[in-house]
């Protein structure tokens, strides 16, 4: 790293997942006069998706609109898996996007949930165990973050239960609309949404369980 580098405050970081040109690349990452970047292309991703949730919403109960709606939800949903791809690829991960990729998620789930079930295209009480599932791990982990200052990471097998849930909600109610391929499309939906809420639980309870180890390692004394 030369002088000029340093002036400007840029950091090499070694990037997993491969060589690319050599086991270093320069990564601008995030840290100019000692703080770190917010306006990364990943955050800004994400970003766009929570301004998108509205509109998916309105599209949705929109006599007329509904497919555009469940489509607009759906690119939605398929966009979550890129700014975390970018953020880890070009070096670009922090704080704020560990925050925004899972907020944009439950928003926009939340979003086209209370959209269905006001237009009848989805039963209330397969809404109900998705929401109560959100606000208790969003609640609790603002809770102990705020009073003890610990956050969990996402794990895989919740995005991966976030997935199956914003393929599933989105084609029961494209059956309930009756609009083309529907009687499949239901079929479908439900598969989805059974094999999501199951593992969107047994994600939570393995959060509890991370969330357990990390207030024992915070209250753990320091042997140095």
């Known amino acids: ?19 690319i040109a050599g086991d270093t690349v320069r990564a601008m990452v995030g840290r100019r006069s000692g703080r770190p970047r917010v306006l990364t292309v990943p955050n800004l991703l994400s970003l766009l998706r929570i301004a998108l949730v509205p509109v998916v919403y309105a599209l949705i109960v929109g006599d007329g609109t509904e497919a555009a709606g469940l489509v607009l939800f759906g690119v939605v949903a398929s966009t979550d ?17 560990k925050v925004l990729d899972p907020v944009a998620d439950r928003l926009a789930i939340a979003a ?15 809404a109900i165990a998705i929401i109560a599932r959100d606000v208790l791990v969003v609640v609790g982990g603002a809770v102990v973050f705020a009073r003890r200052g610990v956050r969990i990471d996402v794990r895989r097998s919740g995005k991966a239960a976030t997935l199956l849930l914003m393929i599933g909600v989105p084609l029961v109610a494209w059956g309930a609309f009756e609009l083309p391929l529907a009687p499949g499309a ?7 949404y059974a ?14 369980a991370d969330l357990r180890a990390a207030l024992s390692a915070a209250e753990a004394p320091d042997e140095r």
């Open 112 to 126: 086209a949930l209370v959209a269905v079930v006001v237009r009848d295209a989805f039963p209330l009480w397969a």
């Open 1 to 19: 790293m030369t002088s000029s580098d340093a002036g400007r405050g840029w950091v090499e970081t070694p990037l997993r997942g491969g060589a």
């Open 195 to 208: 094999v999501g809420i199951v593992l969107y639980y047994w994600t939570t309870l393995r959060y509890a």
């Open 186 to 192: 239901t079929v479908l939906g439900w598969a989805c």
């Open 81 to 97: 898996w890129v700014d975390g791809y970018l953020a880890r690829r070009t070096g670009q991960v922090t704080e704020l996007g």
